[in-house]
């Protein structure tokens, strides 16, 4: 269980980046440019580790932890995912972790930009939580609405499929489907909703007193986070094909993430950022046929 | 929210290729009328300054060591390729040459300095005596700059002081 | 062993700030084209960062100004080590063509040291990338400083008080040396 655990660990850590870096490419070719190579954002990170590191900002001390504590809550969160074989962890956690372990990934952005505490990075991350506050919930009722029809909060019984398991056509799974794919851009802080921490063409966002290591922390966080979420949307609500002897069910496992990650390129390439204002009134649309849809599977549908 | 309009732009930019240029692998050609860096030609120059009078960054510099000789200094910081320099030549030996690729470490790298003599007649020793007072001037050597440091002096000597003609401005820094 | 590892990266992924002290924004324009698609710059590894604490290389261009040297002054410092400044233009490497007008303090390296200068006004993007390059270490400079002497001095000089006739000759009789 550990060493499945620490698979899922090394494999996350490996792939992120080359993630990273077929987003950054494609991102080039459909602007009709040669982009970075595909193993530029290794080069970033190791750079990023070796300048200096320039402690400023309000509490440093925070800021220490907080570099940590971000790619830790990624880290933990891929433990519990899974990918391709059985999740490792399932038995330590159930669907309420999860959900916990989501939005700690959230709030690490915003510790990280009060702990800075400069103008820009203020302003960043209240626009952080404005739209962590119409986001997380999309998820946690995807993750609830699986777990009222399989009757349980396990792991393993929510994660594969369990939003459709309804007899006749699932109607809470088909339209949590479809709003998970119109707000995903926002879960991995891609355009257009890339409002507070990717910001650092408009105003710097909360990460702008951080250098050296403890960017390159928080930039493997965000890159981490690409897949993890992915991951977890695959297994939600595209498990097929993950019941599949060993090296064809994880080869198809990882080929549906890299196959989201290019669905999420092709939407953050042609589109620009929203305003605060117009991302709240798009998610509240949402929410609301979010809240519809639990309803509706509360009866059974 | 026009999803069309999203495809027919990411497949304009599909269609398009990859339009950028191999630039330090592959040479890249330039216009006829490029100006680049301008390239003096000793063995024609005569000495009579006019490039320096009319550079309008103040970037030649002209020092006359005694009667006969006259040091030509080019230096490349702060020129803007404008032309002037090589227009007013009379003898046409400054060339607006092709080359745009200057990048250096140093600084002092562009420089270009001419060191000319100025003709005497062999019989006397004399310079040529010109017709007019104001082309006297010019032969009897009126450029003081200042080559070690750089600088264009705004005074004849006659009248130069011990101090430098311009204050260095002190920057205040908390 | 990683420290190696980290310091050879450093030529292979630069985060760019572009910090403009009063110029004209002819070279800004440049600089822009630089990563558009046509000259992308992007392949590089360069990437345009917002903040000049994820920086690696600032480009500065426009003179010093007395407004803006302690602002420049304060941006110099705030970027972690290694790092480099680029001058870029005619402005920032020598003070441009107001050099000597009251609000210039002078090139961008009487505030801050200057690794490596692009002159042009402005430079074409082609010869911004070429100056990225040689700092990179993919290409040689190109220049090189030049002297001419027309004629090795010193050179006899000749004063008409030392001329002496001779039968129908006219001597030299003492060659004052310069």
Known sequence: MIAGGLANVAMVLLVAPLCEGVLRKVTARLQSRRGPPLSQPYFDLLKLLGKEDIESGESPALQRFV??????????????????????????????????????????????????????????????????????????????????????????????????????????????????????????????????????????????????PKLALFKYAQMARLVIHSGLFVALFAPWGSGLAFPLGWLLFWAKVLALVLLVTAVAATHARYRIDQAIRYFAGLLAAAFAALALAGYGY | MSMISKFKEAIIGLKAGCVTLHYPAQPRPVAENFRGRPIFDAQKCIGCAGCANNCPAREILVLDVCQE???????????????????????????????????TNKIGDLHQRLDLFMSTCQRCGRCFKESSPLEQLKLKGYRFDDLDHERWIFRSRAYLEAEPVVDDIKIELD | ????????????????????????????????????????????????????????????????????????????????????????????????????????????????????????????????????????GLVDKKVAPVEFKQLPLPIPRYHPADLTGRDEMVVYEKAEKI
């Open chain 2, 69 to 103: 000789i006259r040091i030509l200094k080019y230096l490349g910081r702060r020129c803007t390729y404008c032309g002037r320099c090589a227009d007013v030549c009379p003898e046409k030996a400054i060339t607006m040459s092709h080359e745009f690729e200057t990048a």
């Open chain 1, 67 to 212: 570099a940590r504590l971000s790619l830790a809550a990624a880290l933990t969160l891929a433990c519990l995912v899974p990918m391709g074989f059985p999740a490792p962890m399932n038995g330590a956690g159930d669907v309420i972790l999860l959900i916990y372990l989501l939005t700690l990934c959230g709030i690490s952005t915003l510790l990280g930009g009060l702990a800075a505490g400069s103008t820009y990075s203020l302003l960043g991350i209240g626009r952080e939580m404005m739209t962590m506050i119409a986001l997380e919930p999309l998820f946690a009722i995807a993750l609830l609405i699986g777990a009222i029809h399989a009757r349980s909060f396990r792991l393993d019984a929510v994660l594969n499929g369990s939003v459709y398991a309804v007899p006749g056509i699932p109607w809470s799974g088909l339209i949590l489907l479809v709003i998970m794919v119109l707000s995903f851009q926002a879960f991995v802080q891609r355009m257009p909703f890339d409002i507070s921490g990717a910001e650092t063409e408009i105003m710097e966002g909360p990460l702008v007193e951080y250098s050296g």
């Open chain 3, 1 to 136: 062993m990683l420290k190696n590892l980290c310091q050879k990266m450093f030529g292979r992924s630069l985060w760019v700030y572009h910090a403009n002290s009063g110029g004209c924004n002819g070279c800004d324009i440049e600089v822009l084209n630089v990563l558009t698609p046509y000259y992308d710059v992007e392949r590089f590894g360069i990437k345009l960062v917002g903040s000049p604490r994820h920086a690696d290389v600032m480009l500065c261009q426009g003179p010093a100004l007395r407004a803006t040297a302690r602002a420049l002054r304060y941006a110099y410092e705030a970027m972690p080590a290694p790092k480099l400044v680029f001058a870029i233009g005619g402005c920032a490497c020598g003070g441009g063509i107001w050099h000597d007008t009251y609000a210039v303090l002078g090139p961008v390296e009487t505030v801050i040291p200057v690794n490596f200068y692009i002159p042009g006004c402005p430079p074409r993007p082609e010869a911004i990338i070429y100056g990225v390059a040689v700092a990179v």
